[in-house]
């Protein structure tokens, strides 16, 4: 069965750190693509940053260079290290598993966070 299962959000202080994990079930970590994406208040949902199986990654402009992507074969984990939070990062953060780079199958239950000025 798919599922992914997303952690490690919180509060946390502008300029500060969070890393969120997603656990995937084998089958859904099969997908050629896993994803990071978000969605704040009023806002439509948007791609933070996916790899790929071969470990090709791509990054919205507004993340580059603050937050890294990557995955952990053997634990069936993708992760998304986030640096020098902005309060503009603010939003419900989701895992998601895709087998094309347009079509995203499976989705997490998303995870909070929230960044303070």
């Known amino acids: 069965q798919a599922q992914l299962v997303e952690s490690g959000g919180g509060l946390v202080q502008a300029g500060g750190s969070l890393t969120l994990s997603c656990a995937a079930s084998?089958?859904?970590?099969?997908?050629?693509?896993m994803g990071w994406f978000r969605q704040a208040p009023g806002k439509e949902r948007e791609l933070v940053a996916h790899?790929?199986?071969?470990?090709?990654?791509n990054y919205a402009d507004s993340v580059k260079g603050r937050f890294t992507i990557s995955r952990d074969n053997a634990k069936n984990t993708v992760y998304l290290q986030m640096n020098n939070l902005k309060p503009e990062d603010t939003a419900v953060y989701y895992c998601?598993?895709?087998?094309?780079?347009?079509?995203?199958?499976?989705w997490g239950q998303g995870t909070q966070v929230t960044v303070s000025s």
């Open positions: 998601a598993a895709g087998f094309t780079i347009s079509t995203w199958n499976y």
């Open positions: 084998a089958r859904t970590f099969s997908a050629n693509f």
């Open positions: 790899i790929s199986r071969i470990y090709t990654t």
